[in-house]
């Protein structure tokens, strides 16, 4: 008997610089795959569905759920610098410049969409502080295996 299961999972790594390049707060954490992500890849597996472009970033520290569609309080959201596919793998990376996304940032998600959107996956993780000179990049891997 055949038993294949399928598993898709995230990790993000964060990293903030002050306004001069020096590194302020680097750390790593994982993700949750939302119930909208898995039904996006699924349907991409059929249809050319739009892809994912951008990623937002927010206030809100409440736990990840799986009926997640929103951030709690998303500050800012920008287009992914970069999506890089390779193996069973796909890098998302984006920065919030100076003047984007400032505040308390305790969350985070990629969606296919500048606004509203499918969400694909969302993690919160312990607040960091962005300051308005501040730029932060994430760079974040989805993995299926």
């Given at each position: 008997m055949?038993?294949?299961k399928?598993?898709?999972t995230g990790?993000l790594?964060?990293?903030?610089r002050d ?9 790593k954490?994982?993700?949750l795959?939302?119930t909208?992500g898995l039904?996006f890849?699924?349907?991409?597996m ?5 892809a994912m ?24 959201r ?6 890089t596919p ?6 998302y990376e984006?920065t919030f410049?100076?003047?984007t ?5 305790e969350?985070?998600a ?7 959107g499918d969400?694909l996956?969302?993690t919160?993780?312990s607040v960091?502080n962005?300051?308005?000179a ?8 989805i993995?299926i295996s």
């Amino acid at each position: 008997m055949l038993n294949e299961k399928l598993k898709v999972t995230g990790a993000l790594r964060v990293v903030i610089r002050d306004e001069a390049g020096a590194i302020k707060e680097e750390f790593k954490t994982e993700n949750l795959v939302v119930t909208t992500g898995l039904n996006f890849i699924a349907d991409r597996m059929v249809n050319n569905s739009t892809a994912m472009s951008h990623m937002a970033i927010g206030s809100d520290g409440a736990a990840a759920a799986a009926g997640n569609t929103t951030l709690g309080t998303e500050l800012g959201r920008v287009a992914l610098t970069s999506s890089t596919p390779s193996t069973n793998t796909v890098e998302y990376e984006a920065t919030f410049g100076a003047g984007t996304g400032t505040g308390g940032v305790e969350e985070a998600a990629i969606f296919n969409a500048n606004s509203a959107g499918d969400m694909l996956c969302r993690t919160t993780f312990s607040v960091v502080n962005k300051g308005a000179a501040d730029s932060m990049t994430i760079t974040w891997t989805i993995t299926i295996s």
